[in-house]
């Protein structure tokens, strides 16, 4: 069973930067896709990037195109969010999530994935 852990949460201004890690542990980590969601109050979550097991395909929500970056080191088993240019409706927590099943993901549905972190707080003051 894949664990994963997030971290690189905080409280940050609009406009400003942050960086979310998620580290996995588990022999699988370089043969699943990765995905970020986020879950803001009061709303259901969301899917945010995902990214196939060798890194060679990304895709991103509508939302957060251009602003986002999402990348992983196998070597290391880690996955990253890079988040740039925040606003206030980035405001959430913040998901990492693995596929066992695929190695590459298309479409932002949950189901496809299969074990999920505890999630990290991002804030984003106007």
């Known amino acids: 069973q894949v664990q994963l852990a997030e971290s690189g949460g905080g409280l940050v201004q609009a406009g400003g930067s942050l960086r979310l890690s998620c580290a996995a542990s588990?022999?699988?980590?370089?043969?699943?896709?990765m995905g970020w969601f986020r879950q803001a109050p009061g709303k259901e979550r969301e899917f945010v990037a995902q990214?196939?097991?060798?890194?060679?395909?990304?895709y991103y929500a509508d939302s957060v195109k251009g602003r986002f970056i999402i990348s992983r080191d196998n070597a290391k088993n880690t996955v990253s969010l890079q988040m740039n240019s925040l606003k206030p409706e980035d405001t959430a927590v913040y998901y990492c999530?693995?596929?066992?099943?695929?190695?590459?993901?298309?479409?932002?549905?949950?189901?496809?994935?299969?074990?999920w972190g505890q999630g990290t707080q991002v804030t984003v003051s106007s």
């Open positions: 999530a693995g596929s066992v099943r695929y190695s590459h993901i298309v479409i932002a549905e949950e189901a496809l994935y299969d074990y």
């Open positions: 588990g022999r699988t980590f370089s043969s699943n896709a």
């Open positions: 990214i196939s097991a060798s890194s060679s395909n990304t």
